[in-house]
């Protein structure tokens, strides 16, 4: 009696339910971190975007001008590159607070803190206009840039709007 044929049946059978198991796994791993990536905020029914993350793109976007080289005339850089500039130069950090605090007052109707860390949580930087006080709906935004050499330096936005309440925004995803 030949019973390779038996044989081969056992194992395509087990390797199609373990291709069925990691397709299951995959599935649920996707759709988890796909609801956890997916940060909605919503007044009502109607759902807004969060403005921390707008305002933190644009702030890093900025161009500011600055001279690089020392020879007088001025370079246009962003707010991202003066940021990685700070990173190992202390030199760049009163232009870097100077610029901030000029782009971040413009936030009205919103108080905010920022902070910007090296890898080690060493503070580089930290401007705020008041303390937040919690009484009205945040909106809260983080990203991580890398420097010129390689290291990241991680930015958190932390916003307060004093348009509505707490509560009024609810958080859905």
């Known amino acids: 009696m030949n019973k390779k044929g038996v044989e081969s ?3 395509d059978s087990i390797g199609l339910i373990v291709l069925i198991l990691v397709l299951f796994l995959f599935w649920i791993t996707t759709d988890f971190i796909g609801k956890m990536a997916d940060q909605r905020y919503y007044i009502g029914e109607s759902e807004i975007v969060n403005p921390g993350n707008i305002i933190l793109l644009n702030y890093l976007r900025t161009d500011v001008e600055i001279d690089l080289d020392n020879d007088g005339n ?14 190992d130069n202390n030199n760049y950090k009163e ?4 610029e901030t605090k000029k782009i971040l007052e413009s936030l009205k109707p919103y108080t905010w803190n920022m902070e910007i860390r090296k890898e080690n949580e060493d503070m580089i930087l930290e401007v705020k ?11 809260n935004s983080y990203i991580e ?29």
């Open 9 to 11: 049946i056992f194992w």
């Open 74 to 87: 001025l370079d246009k850089i962003n707010m991202a590159d003066l940021i990685s500039l700070s990173y």
């Open 95 to 98: 232009l870097l607070n100077k």
């Open 129 to 139: 206009t008041e303390e937040r006080i919690g009484l009205y709906d945040q909106f």
């Open 145 to 173: 840039i890398p420097t010129y050499n390689n290291k990241l330096i991680k930015i958190r936005l932390y916003l307060e709007s004093q348009n509505w309440p707490a509560g009024v925004i609810t958080e859905k995803g």
